[in-house]
């Protein structure tokens, strides 16, 4: 630790974060100083051990300890950290995380609710709105309004009165959808065979499995006949059977609660956001179930009165669909007329953090739209805003890519904002790949030199001027550009979308031509995955490769995902003479003390769940005799630790020859995942590594349209070259790739780029650029064309300057 200076008081020295000694994941006893105050950038390789240190390392430990100043009971209720593998951490701030997880996906979640707009809106309305029908929750469609009558006894001296009461709330949720804004019709036959008796199992609906709990539970219930068809039910069994209000019951002496059918379902599957919905259950609800616009709210989700209170005109359902630049600028105009004590401060407050929105890039958007539909890094955008006007300094903020999904129009912004949450007194942490925000950092960490096994060394800490200098990979591409395509495939047909005009899109009319690499652009929030998404003609033969979460418990990895694992399991299997199943963990082959899982959770009660590794395998999942098993001198267990890299090659040598798997694993190594270990856990992966593996799984498809969305997030820059020959390779099989993306190089490289705009939300949605990025380059009249050309101008000095520098 540094000595204070005779006149430094000794706080002062405190200056950096010290870390010594981490090993988390792949890490090799990096040890660094990270200024405090500053703005740091970690760069590296996708895989290099980014996350593991600043997200695994230094936040986690920073979390831990700030869970751990709370009582035992409160943590009870917090997700239970482990200490992170570091010898030592030193002068850490609290740490504020701002991630690219998606907001939580509940139906009743919007931008308005997440953030504190909704609620200055709706103390707004209830200041100033005519007529006057109540407090804030009045206008809320989040609050039911109620009412109850009836007598409570009051002690008065010696003696008890009863006296008669009444309660009534007013709240703004529209009694028919209850707040939703859709109601649902759900067609029965989709739901059960009526031919069928309790005891049969006539569902089919998913996890009303014969046997199982929910089942039972409607078989033991007593209000209808368990052993009688379904079809033969009385009026007041069916209507018990479907709608029955919540019942105690006893079952087995065990005391349970009976609901109808159709209240279970409401509640168990339709109050969940379709997206969040594990694919099964998707396909069962579109299947079963149809979802209208409230007739009463008509999708607005609120009551009447809230709907017919307004302000000059405009009530709170209209403010809450404007687009929130033009939110902002009603919102001055309530500003210039009200300067009142209890109204001025609260419109300078919702002032300031609609211009917030309008700052980061998210203008487009407006207070009604669900949570649960912003992409990835609008969500983090949106989760950034709380901090913009936060009073708190000298923490620590970190953030996972921020330049996600945004426009090179809109980084510069951001730039800017991580900037400012600096200059507050803040240390700001980046993980990066984007030269532009590389270039403003204070500090940078560079770690690899590769992924996986092959990197988690530091590679170089110092200025911007150094990185660039140093030969490092980043440093080496950092100035880097891809050149403009010179010559263009020729189109064999094209996929004619006409009159799109869904969201945003202004009847847009475009052909997408076929055989041929296209890239659709234009700034975040201009239209271009209502176009893709949205517009494509039905049947067309689509194959959509995007970055949501793959569904899969703890147990799910890339050998299980990819199908991997069931060519595996049967060479282990012909080579030993033995079933394919115990070659499993989740089968016949799993550690019977662990079950498969390789660890053991210990529930503490109100304390911390205690995770320890299996003593039994060992953490290795597998019984001990199945172990024995080997395939080319390598046993199971072993194999799952394999890197895609090192196992491709493995399954490639004579003496343990698996042609399926090692055409399955060079498809993972040609997006970029070569570095994965085939056993990791899906949880574990980013958002960039889940779409490059979910495309490795359609790589062999004889699919003919492959549409990707935003696939160099996550890549470095060494790693984008990989990625634009790995698309040349797909369309020169025939196939028609499709990219919406924001990267230059992407665009440079395309054949044919259809440019949306010329702004965000109302002021997008129409195509202002069609045709080569030749002709974009030169035409240069929208935004992406000027950014383009700066990038193509960019690569021409870069090479002239090499060009000279070799002469010399």
């Known amino acids: 630790m540094t000595a204070p200076s005779p006149h430094q008081p000794p706080a002062d020295a405190h200056d950096a974060i010290r870390v010594r000694g981490a090993r988390e994941n792949n890490l090799r006893d990096v040890s660094l100083d990270i200024p405090k105050r500053r703005l740091t950038v970690f760069s590296g390789v996708s895989g290099s051990g980014k996350s593991s240190l600043v997200f695994g390392t230094i936040a986690a430990e920073s979390q831990r300890m700030i869970n751990e100043t709370y009582s035992s009971f409160v943590q009870g209720f917090m997700p239970s950290l482990a200490r992170p593998d570091v010898d030592e951490l030193q002068n850490l701030t609290t740490a504020i995380i701002v991630d690219q997880e998606r907001m939580g996906a509940n139906v009743r979640s919007t931008v308005g609710t997440v953030t504190d707009a909704g609620a200055y809106l709706r103390t707004l309305f209830s200041k100033l709105a005519e007529p006057h029908v109540g407090g804030p929750g009045a206008y809320s469609f989040n609050v039911p309004s109620v009412s109850g009558a009836g007598a409570v006894t009051v002690d008065k001296g010696e003696k008890t009165i009863a006296q008669k009461a009444s309660y009534s709330r007013v709240g703004g949720m529209c009694p028919r959808c209850e707040g939703m804004g859709q109601i649902s019709d759900v067609d029965l036959a989709e739901l059960y065979d009526e031919n069928k008796s309790l005891d049969e199992g006539p569902f089919t609906i998913p996890n009303y499995s014969a046997g199982g709990w929910y089942v039972k539970i409607f078989a033991s219930s007593g209000f209808y006949p368990s052993d009688q068809p379904i079809k033969s039910f009385t009026k007041r069994q069916m209507h018990d059977f479907l709608y029955k209000e919540p019942t105690k019951i006893s079952i087995d002496g065990m005391n349970m609660t009976y609901e109808g059918l159709i209240p279970k379902i409401q509640k168990s599957m339709l109050n969940k956001d379709r997206e969040s919905m594990q694919p099964h259950v998707r396909a069962f609800v579109d299947r079963a179930v149809k979802f209208i616009v409230c007739p009463d709210c008509e999708g607005t989700r609120l009551a009447e009165h809230a709907r017919t209170s307004t302000i000059d005109g405009v009530s709170i359902a209209d403010a809450s669909a404007l687009q929130i630049t033009d939110l902002a600028g009603w919102v001055e105009s309530l500003r210039e007329r009200h300067s009142g004590p209890t109204v001025a401060p609260l419109l300078s407050n919702l002032s300031a953090l609609l211009e917030s929105f309008v700052m980061i890039g998210l203008g487009y958007l407006s207070l009604d739209r669900p949570s649960g539909t912003l992409s990835g890094g609008e969500s983090q955008r949106t989760k950034m805003i709380r901090h913009l006007g936060s009073a708190l300094t000298d923490v620590t903020y970190v953030f996972d890519e921020p330049t996600i999904g945004l426009h090179p129009h809109d980084i510069a912004t951001m730039n800017q904002l991580l900037l400012a949450l600096r200059d507050k007194g803040n240390t700001v942490l980046v993980v990066e790949h984007k030269p532009e925000t590389i270039a403003i950092a204070d500090h940078v960490v560079d770690l690899g030199p590769r992924a996986g096994a092959e990197g988690g060394r530091l590679q170089y800490e110092g200025d911007v001027e150094g990185l660039r200098a140093s030969a490092t990979l980043t440093g080496r591409h950092l100035d880097r550009r891809v050149a403009l395509k010179e010559q263009v495939r020729e189109r064999s047909g094209a996929i004619e979308i006409r009159g799109a005009s869904h969201h945003n899109l202004r009847d847009v009319d475009v052909d997408i031509p076929l055989g041929v690499l296209s890239v659709i652009t234009g700034v975040a929030g201009s239209g271009k995955s209502s176009l893709v998404h949205g517009s494509l003609p039905r049947g067309a033969d689509v ?118 798997a090692a055409k399955l694993l060079g498809h993972m190594s040609d997006v970029g995942l070569g570095y994965l270990t085939i056993g990791q856990p899906l949880t574990t992966l980013s958002g960039g590594e889940r779409q490059r593996l979910k495309l490795a799984t359609h790589m062999g498809d004889k699919g003919g349209v492959f549409v990707l969305d935003e696939p160099t997030t996550g890549l470095h820059l060494a790693d984008v070259g990989n990625l634009l020959a790995l698309l040349d390779r797909l369309v020169e099989t025939g196939k028609t790739v499709i990219v919406i993306e924001h990267h230059q190089a992407v665009m440079a490289h395309a054949d044919w780029i259809i440019d949306l705009g010329p702004g965000a939300g109302v002021e997008g949605g129409e195509v202002v650029f069609e045709g080569t990025p030749a002709q974009l380059v030169a035409d240069a009249s929208t935004l992406t064309g000027q950014h383009l050309r700066e990038y193509i101008s960019s690569a021409r000095k870069h090479a002239t300057a090499a060009v000279e520098g070799a002469e010399a």
């Open 543 to 660: 194959t959509v490769v995007d970055q949501s979460a793959i569904r899969g418990s703890r147990r799910s990895n890339p050998a299980t995902y990819t199908g991997l694992l069931e060519p595996i399991r049967k060479a282990f299997a012909k080579a030993n003479g033995v079933k394919p199943a115990l070659f499993s963990n989740n089968s016949e082959g799993a550690c019977p003390v662990c079950k498969g899982a390789g660890v053991i959770f210990t529930e503490l009660g109100f304390m911390e769940t205690v995770t320890t590794p299996c003593e039994e395998c060992e953490g290795r999942r597998f019984q001990a005799a199945v172990l024995e098993y080997t395939l080319g001198g390598t046993n199971i267990a072993d194999v799952l630790l394999m890197s895609v890299d090192e196992a491709r090659e493995f399954f490639s040598a004579p003496e343990s020859k698996v042609p399926t």
